[in-house]
């Protein structure tokens, strides 16, 4: 993810851009295989909540969620990159595929709130742009239907004080990103964590979430 300086104090800027640097070389390496491929029997939901690794890091700890893929949709362009995605108009995003059985799409779609701020039109958090604005995809009426009645109980409801501005829109096609973004905090644990804390995630979760109450 790219990290806005101003945002960030002087020392901590200057080690996440020599962090980030190290990526420069894979931004560019082939779409896995295994990313472009869903689960035999699951259902699918796509968010966008800003930095997919932390989307994906997010939603990986949900109980009946089978496998989670980073990638791009909502633009105008076929195969973005990571280098084009946001010029052409694509979100950062994730695919989760889970079971039904064990989780449900209203399920995701509230634990979707909880872990982004859905205020913020701009972007999340440090991340600033388009590309890093909230959106929940939906494939089908039955989707749009749940997203949109939980959208608007959760405005209903005034405990974030401000207007609900994550969209919900039509699932187009969802473009898996590099090799390198799947499971980068797995992959990465150290660079990953001092990105999210740098760029101040669940700081600002928690101060948006802050008169609600706690998630079951």
């Not at 472009?36 to 690794?53: I, N, Q, R």
């Not at 872990?115 to 995809?137: E, K, M, N, W």
């Not at 994550?166 to 150290?190: I, M, R, S």
Request: aromatic share 12%; with cysteine.
């Amino acid at each position: 993810m790219m990290i806005r300086p101003y945002t960030l104090i002087a020392i901590a800027a200057c080690a996440v851009s020599a962090t980030f640097s190290y990526r420069a070389g894979a931004d560019s390496a082939p779409i896995s295989e295994a990313a472009s491929e869903t689960v035999d029997g699951a259902a699918e939901a796509v968010f966008a909540g800003g930095c997919f690794w932390c989307v994906e890091s997010d939603f990986d700890k949900v109980d009946g969620v089978l496998s989670t893929v980073s990638g791009y949709t909502g633009g105008r362009s076929d195969n973005p990159t990571y280098k084009t995605h946001g010029v052409d108009g694509h979100y950062e995003a994730v695919r989760v595929s889970y079971d039904p059985t064990i989780v449900t799409y209203d399920e995701l779609v509230e634990y979707f709130w909880r872990h982004v701020d859905p205020t913020d039109a701009g972007g999340q958090f440090c991340d600033r742009g388009d590309s890093y604005r909230t959106a929940i995809f939906v494939a089908d009426d039955a989707q749009r239907n749940i997203a949109e009645a939980s959208k608007d109980a959760l405005e209903s409801s005034g405990v974030l004080g401000l207007p609900v501005v994550t969209p919900v829109e039509e699932l187009g096609e969802f473009w898996p990103a590099e090799t390198y973004h799947q499971d980068y905090y797995l992959k990465n644990p150290v660079r990953y964590k001092f990105y999210r804390t740098s760029c101040g995630r669940d700081r600002r979760v928690d101060q948006v979430w802050a008169n609600a109450t706690p998630e079951s």
